[in-house]
């Protein structure tokens, strides 16, 4: 079951309104923000493996912050909280990860509040939050009220990785095999749920998606390529991958398309260099 009924808002408006955001305004989060995005958190409690995953709400001075060298990105102004999740190590806790706290992002953006993804951050950030043995914090998410205007780095930055672009659905979905675009008409009720990906942000805006649908089942098969090596050593692309699936379940759900993801390792010919198979998607049939 997807997560899409504890949405308030029209979930498209929230999926295309949502991008990163770097600079906010100098206040904390609101109690009744607050409330509602741990009270959501706590509802999101699970990985696709059922890893336990908890979150964390630092709130900070911009000097502290400062500090704890979060400004040695140089791009973000004004940052005063950040959520960290804190997840069970398993084999794919990345993926589960990037699931469970993009939909944290979609409640926040849901709420007005800005967010950005911060994969590369200083430890020392998160110091005072008490992490087992078997936990970890892959990311952290920026959170805040978005300032009226980007900042000058900011727009750079923005620019610099393209960050308002993605790709062609003919470069990322496929039919049958990797080498046969899917059309938005052969996609039928999954084309909103695949747009929903098309919009999801990922590491350095690196897509590394690749979704073929299944010639014979109402099945979508997630593949992976991998665009950077350094992202990829850092499991950045399963991060992104997860937030994919959040995207596209959402979408799905939203159009009446309940299903569940397993390992299926389909045999699909043609596959790029760089490509490997990550999880399907497969339609409940009622
Ligand atoms: C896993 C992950 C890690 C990211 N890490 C950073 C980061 O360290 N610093 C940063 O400024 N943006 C980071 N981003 C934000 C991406 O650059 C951004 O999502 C992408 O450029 C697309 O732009 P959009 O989110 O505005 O659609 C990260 C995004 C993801 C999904």
Redesign the pocket.
């Known amino acids: 079951m997807s997560y899409l009924n504890y949405f308030k808002k029209p979930i498209d408006e929230t999926v295309k309104r ?3 955001c ?1 600079t906010y305004e100098d206040i904390l989060l609101n109690e009744n923000d607050k409330k509602e995005l741990l009270s959501f958190g706590r509802i999101v409690n699970n990985g696709l493996w059922n890893e336990k995953i908890e979150y964390s709400l630092l709130e900070f001075s911009v000097e502290e912050l400062k500090k704890k060298k979060m400004s040695a ?1 140089g ?2 102004k004004n940052l005063r909280s950040f959520i960290a999740g804190i997840i069970e190590k398993a084999d794919f806790h990345h993926m589960s990860y ?1 699931y469970a706290m993009e939909h944290i992002v979609l409640k926040a953006t849901e709420l007005g509040l800005g967010t ?6 200083d430890r020392h950030a998160i110091e005072g939050i008490n992490i087992k043995e078997d936990q970890t914090i892959p ?1 952290i998410i920026l959170i805040g009220y978005p300032a009226e205007e980007r900042t000058v780095k900011e727009k750079i ?2 620019f610099a ?1 393209r ?2 672009k993605r790709h062609d659905w003919r470069e990322i979905f496929f039919h049958g095999d990797i080498s046969n675009p899917l059309s938005k008409e052969a996609a039928g009720p999954y084309a909103e749920a695949l747009e929903f990906l098309r ?1 999801s ?5 690196a897509q590394p998606w690749r979704i073929v649908k299944d010639q014979s089942k109402h099945s979508y098969h997630f593949f992976k390529k991998v665009v950077n090596q350094g992202y990829e050593k850092n499991k ?1 692309h399963d ?2 991958i997860g ?1 994919a699936m959040c995207h596209f379940e959402l979408g799905a759900a939203k159009n009446g398309l309940e299903g569940k993801w397993d390992l299926t390792e389909p045999l699909l010919p043609n596959l790029p260099d760089k490509t490997t198979y990550m999880i399907s998607w497969t339609q409940a049939l009622h």
């Open positions: 949502r991008t990163s770097r990105y791009l973000f990037g950005c993804w911060v994969a590369y951050f990311a930055a923005r990785i960050a308002s919009l942000p990922s590491a350095g805006n950045l991060i992104d937030i």
